[in-house]
């Protein structure tokens, strides 16, 4: 096969920074704007968002199964790119642009609906194209490559989200939010189709290549039968769950206690300095640590900096808080961990393929995969229920606001108690979810760089 041109590379990682600004938009909004925007019951939402994810999870396999049953002249990965893209962009839209008429059941109703179909069309597109790239690469270094840089632009496409969405939504709509999320959004789903269009241009796949597509079976059976991968699955969903409460309150922070008629402005100052934070974590904070410490040694430096940063968060909440920079001090901590965390949790599930080698006499390497973004998506539904429920439990809402065109101080008009408990569930829940984590996995991952290197060795022994 012939070497990938730099149109292709590009071509490939403009669609995964499309990808991920649906992605994220989704992900970080849809609880805000339904909530606090249109006024549905924050426990409605929780429930619809947990269980659309858990579906969602459960649906990528069965989607793998239809792509890998396809055969077309375009190849078997790339029409399902597209359709999924045009659907997952239309609907997008539409989950962004409810119906302002609705009442609180048809709102409830229309939210599930859309949300759902959203999740749907989102994995009909998702799927094929992190599972094209046998499909036109060659293997080791150049398969990697392109795997690094798309994970590199979806992260791109992720902080492009994080950074400009509330500021966009306020230049568009003024202080109408819900104006700008309709056409703000209108925005990212034309340029979500159009980026996905030039990588289905010229991105070209071999028809011929076939694909792993392990079922949901065949995923637990796998866990079962390795006790290291369990442990690191149920670590991944600890931690992710303490992260992902946090990343779905932060909004309310800053609206609500944090303050202020520009709260958006210092939102995106902070969202800006945390991306950056978790960027360069990844790419130079691992790094430099990995050449002092073990992995398993920055894996507990690294939840310890979590724990100290959301600490250091719960103290300066109770403090005036008159200045976003002084939060940078928890947010470098929390969003410096995040980003070496997922580099290590990818690490570890790795070294637990060959250890399930050893000990199964089968190498399930494409299903322990699989359970990483399976796993993911169940930790942040359950994370988004508990969000919701703090927020029905607080009563954080703007959807009764009449001045919905008024810049307003909403921080005013919350009671104390409310940001008391805000603070309180975005904090001390994950520190105990990250205790657990730690706990966790002392207790039972028994794979030192020691152990792994052991194991490879017999490995290769068994096979050879």
């Not at 769950?241 to 990343?247: E, F, G, L, V």
């Amino acid at each position: 096969m012939r070497k990938l041109t730099l149109m292709e590379k590009i071509s490939y990682g403009l669609g995964a920074v499309g990808k991920d600004m649906v992605y994220m938009l989704s992900a970080s909004y849809i609880l805000y704007y339904y909530q606090d925007l249109l006024g549905v019951k924050a426990a409605a939402m929780g429930a619809i968002l947990l269980a659309a994810r858990i579906f969602d999870a459960f649906n990528d396999p069965v989607m793998g199964v239809l792509v890998a049953k396809t055969r077309t002249k375009w190849g078997k990965f790339r029409p399902w790119l597209l359709i999924g893209t045009v659907t997952n962009a239309v609907i997008l839209y539409l989950m962004f642009a409810a119906p302002p008429a609705m009442d609180q059941a048809g709102l409830t109703a229309y939210a599930a609906v859309t949300y759902i179909l959203w999740g749907v069309t989102y994995t009909m597109m998702d799927i094929p194209y992190w599972s094209m790239i046998p499909a036109f690469t060659e293997g080791g270094k150049e398969r990697e490559g392109l795997t690094t840089l798309a994970r590199s632009c979806a992260g791109v496409g992720s902080a492009i989200i994080t950074i400009v969405t509330m500021m966009a939504v306020h230049a568009i709509g003024g202080a109408n939010e819900v104006t700008g999320f309709k056409y703000f959004t209108l925005i990212i789903s034309v340029l979500f189709i159009i980026l996905i269009g030039i990588t289905c241009i010229n991105v070209k796949e071999k028809a011929t290549v076939d694909m792993e597509s392990p079922s949901i079976g065949a995923m637990f059976k796998a866990l079962i039968q390795n006790d290291q991968a369990m442990t690191v699955v149920i670590s991944i969903v600890l931690i992710n769950c303490s992260i992902y409460i946090t990343s779905n309150l932060v909004i309310y922070f800053f609206k609500y206690d944090f303050g202020g008629t520009g709260w958006f402005n210092s939102y995106t100052v902070f969202n800006t300095f945390g991306g950056a934070i978790q960027i360069l974590s990844m790419m130079l904070f691992y790094p430099v640590l990995r050449k002092f410490f073990t992995n398993i040694r920055i894996f507990y430096i690294s939840l310890g900096m979590a724990i100290a940063g959301y600490a250091a968060l719960l103290a300066i909440a109770f403090t005036s808080m008159n200045n976003v920079f002084v939060l940078f001090v928890p947010g470098f901590f929390i969003f410096g961990a995040n980003g070496i965390l997922s580099v290590l949790t990818t690490v570890f599930l790795a070294n637990t393929v060959d250890y399930g080698e050893l000990k199964n006499k089968r190498r399930d390497e494409s299903v322990i995969f699989s359970m990483q973004t399976f796993v993911v998506k169940l930790a942040s539904g359950i994370a988004v229920f508990i969000a919701s429920l703090a927020l029905q439990a607080f009563n954080l809402s703007s959807a009764e606001t009449t001045d919905a065109d008024k810049l307003i101080d909403f921080s005013a008009s919350v009671s104390r108690s409310s940001q008391v408990g805000l603070r309180m569930t975005m904090t001390l829940i994950p520190i105990v979810g990250l205790f657990v984590a730690i706990f966790w996995f002392k207790k039972r991952f028994i794979l030192t760089e020691e152990k792994v290197a052991e194991i490879s060795e017999q490995v290769k022994a068994a096979r050879g």
